[in-house]
């Protein structure tokens, strides 16, 4: 159900109950007609006469019938919010927008919600921030504050439409690349806009699968949303069978997204010059055309002391 009908439906169970008080408490729907009716004369007063005495003696009126329903609604312990709808926002009265015309809070949440959803990162990735990123165990911890600082800004440049910036984020497996490409998402995510979050074997799969098996329409859709959303993570590169047909549509993916300015980021354990022998130069031109590298080194694997950290609070 979309919003209008969710709304409609949400106005007929009010409607609805009230009727069904009609049935049970006497008098109550002759006032409701009544007050009706005056709000309808007042209407037409101050449009059609301008009357200011016999607006304000309608006014009156319906305020006392208020107060009898008021009474009356006491009386049958029934609280007068019955009249409205149980809206969800009620800012917006569910309708996402307001009066003004202007989108509302809850809409522009439900939309980052979707867009979280689709980003294709998962619950645990989605509680990777900066602020829970230990820098303890690092060789240089100032060093990587720097990164991590590097890294924030470049969350915010992607958030506000102004970075000319790409990502290489390189480390030994467990270093915390996927900790921290996942908080430059998520700040990315939460400033409303679009990510897609793949890890290369999954992102190339799902390339081969629309392109061979999917209608040509489906196919031209995923593949605007790879090339046009905000942010394209690639994450764990190399881990993957290295065939010509990944290098192409990886030459591919990179080349469009740097022509549009729109960033990405590659996560590996491969070094340029391991990506250059296991793709091809033209897949470490494009990186290197673009992206600043950002190396995560440190003696010991960051995900296992994240474990030990988190067994030691339990
Ligand atoms: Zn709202």
Not at 13 to 34: R, S
Not at 46 to 73: D, F, T, V, Y
Not at 192 to 214: P, Q
Request: net charge neutral.
């Amino acid at each position: 159900m979309n919003r209008e009908q969710l709304r409609q439906e949400k106005q007929k169970q009010c409607d609805d109950y009230i009727a069904y008080l009609y049935g049970c408490i006497p008098n109550l729907e002759a006032i409701d007609k009544a007050i009706g009716q005056k709000n309808v004369a007042m209407i037409r007063s101050g449009i059609l006469h301008k009357n200011k005495a016999q607006q304000s003696a309608l006014q009156q009126e319906i305020e006392a019938l208020m107060k009898e329903r008021h009474a009356l609604l006491m009386q049958y312990g029934v609280d007068e919010t019955v009249y409205k709808p149980k809206w969800d926002c009620p800012l917006c009265e569910d309708r996402g927008y307001l009066a003004d015309g202007t989108l509302c809070k809850c809409y522009q949440q439900e939309r980052i919600q979707k867009i979280i959803e689709q980003s294709g990162m998962s619950a645990a990735m989605q509680q990777y921030r900066f602020e829970n990123f230990y820098l303890d165990g690092f060789d240089k911890p100032e060093d990587i504050q720097k990164k991590v600082e590097w890294c924030k800004q470049f969350a915010r440049q992607i958030e506000n439409g102004t970075c000319n910036d790409s990502l290489f984020l390189r480390g030994d497996v467990g270093r915390g690349k996927t900790h921290l490409s996942s908080a430059i998402a998520n700040a990315v995510l939460a400033g409303g806009k679009t990510v897609i979050y793949k890890r290369a074997a999954d992102l190339f799969d799902m390339i081969r699968r629309y392109k061979y098996e999917e209608s040509t329409q489906r196919w031209h859709e995923v593949l605007d949303q790879l090339i046009s959303c905000d942010l394209l993570v690639i994450d764990d590169l190399g881990a993957e069978r290295t065939t010509d047909f990944v290098t192409e549509q990886l030459v591919f993916l990179l080349e469009e997204r740097n022509y549009r300015n729109k960033p990405w980021i590659i996560n590996s354990n491969l070094k340029l010059s391991q990506i250059q022998d296991s793709y091809n130069t033209r897949v470490s031109d494009r990186i290197m055309d673009r992206a600043t590298a950002i190396l995560l080194e440190r003696p010991n694997s960051y995900r296992k002391e994240q474990a030990e950290q988190r067994m030691k609070e339990l």
